[in-house]
């Protein structure tokens, strides 16, 4: 079967679930030069001798990251950029136990699920957005999403849609919405990802949303779940992350699975067998936004960093290794990029974003419930 790639502004806009947050950034760097020899000075650039801890992801998205953000930094400002691999649940665990003392990060990539928690645990720092030069650039719907009772705290720095990958040798018809993962035609081929990873929860955000409800209704969520109840014993896979995800449809283990965008056409574009469909009901936002860590040691070279985060010089580089659009509005990507994913203002006005500040308190409760279900 042949897949069409269509541009995802030709598709209907989804509803909005819920929204939470402002747009942050930091602008010209602070001076602060000090007595100490090799500390460098912020104010000129000039960084030598310090070392930036930044917790990030690893795989590909690490490599991006390294040459979109890291070389330049190290280059220009002779700092060291030390990266921190793993994933937001461990880097927050880490955050928690340093608490009081030096931070395990000067910088923590988070996405919107852990916002909440690294918030109130006080771990992660409000943002000055004075600080970064571009901030009037980034797109204020992405900035919102780490923005807690007013306060910005977040870079928004890599948006992508949740929607559905499939395999397009398994699948006569490309999927439409949500619901087409409980087919049973896909029985015994489906991944089904548990509630404690973001594509979890963004199923079961897209199957209320397409029932035309709420996450944060009780009863709404409770219909999901009898949705859920219907792939008991036709779920194949259980995919905890992304590369699982991938694993998955890659081996043939699964046919269909709630996916990232970005992700998906990165295997189509090696040219795997991958389809990816926007759902008619609306794709659920996902978005990894940057922190500097309360108590950090390096806030003027955090900052500094963050910079380089935000701008349009450098943000396309990532997105051409990640396939993922950035948050500056003022990018400019190839034209394949531009043919695949849609990006800048507007683009995400109708993204339909999980509520976590509401459903996180849930979640344990909503993870037992699920348990119950696949086991």
């Known amino acids: 079967m042949t897949h069409r790639t269509t541009r995802r502004a030709s598709r209907p806009l989804p509803r909005t679930l819920a929204v939470t947050t ?57 700092a060291t950029v030390e990266l921190v691999p793993g994933g937001p649940a461990d880097w927050l665990t880490a955050l928690r136990s340093t608490k009081g003392g030096t931070p395990a990060y000067d910088v923590v990539a988070f996405t919107p699920n852990v916002v909440p928690s690294a918030v109130s645990a006080g771990v992660v720092a409000p943002l000055d957005t004075d600080r970064i030069a571009e901030f009037g650039q980034l797109n204020t719907v992405l900035a919102e999403q780490s923005n807690v009772d007013g306060t910005q705290y977040g870079v928004p720095l890599t948006v992508g849609s949740t929607g559905i990958a499939y395999r397009t040798d398994k699948v006569d018809e490309p999927p439409t919405d949500w619901s087409d993962l409980l087919d049973p035609q896909y029985c015994g081929h489906v991944a089904v990802s548990p509630l404690t990873f973001n594509t979890g929860i963004e199923f079961v955000a897209g199957l209320v949303n397409e029932a035309g409800g709420s996450i944060t209704d009780p009863a709404d969520v409770d219909a999901a779940f009898e949705q859920l109840e219907t792939l008991k014993d036709c779920a194949s896979s259980f995919p905890a ?37 926007y759902p008619a009901s609306g794709s659920v936002g996902a978005l990894t936004s940057l922190f500097v860590t309360e108590g950090s040691e390096q806030e003027d070279a955090a900052y500094a960093f963050l910079d380089y985060v935000a701008s349009s010089e450098h943000q396309p580089v990532f997105s051409e290794g990640t396939w993922y659009a950035a948050s500056n509005d003022e990018n400019t990507y190839t034209e394949q990029f531009d043919e695949q994913i849609t990006s800048g203002k507007g683009a995400y006005d109708d993204f339909v974003w999980v509520d976590y500040e509401a459903i996180t308190p849930q979640l344990p409760d909503l993870q037992a419930r699920w348990q119950e279900i696949f086991g």
Do not use: M
């Open 22 to 78: 402002v747009l942050a950034l930091t602008g010209g760097l602070t001076a602060c030069a000090t007595d100490d020899e090799g500390s460098g000075d912020a104010a000129s650039g000039d960084l030598s001798g310090q070392t930036l801890k930044v917790a990030v992801y690893a795989g590909s998205w690490g490599e991006s990251f390294t040459k979109a953000f890291v070389d330049p930094f190290e280059e220009e400002t002779g």
């Open 241 to 277: 992350d992304g590369t699982s995800v991938e694993t998955a449809l890659a081996n043939g283990d699964a046919w269909i699975a709630a996916h990232w965008d970005g992700r998906a056409f990165v295997q189509q574009n090696q040219g795997e067998p991958i389809g990816f469909a």
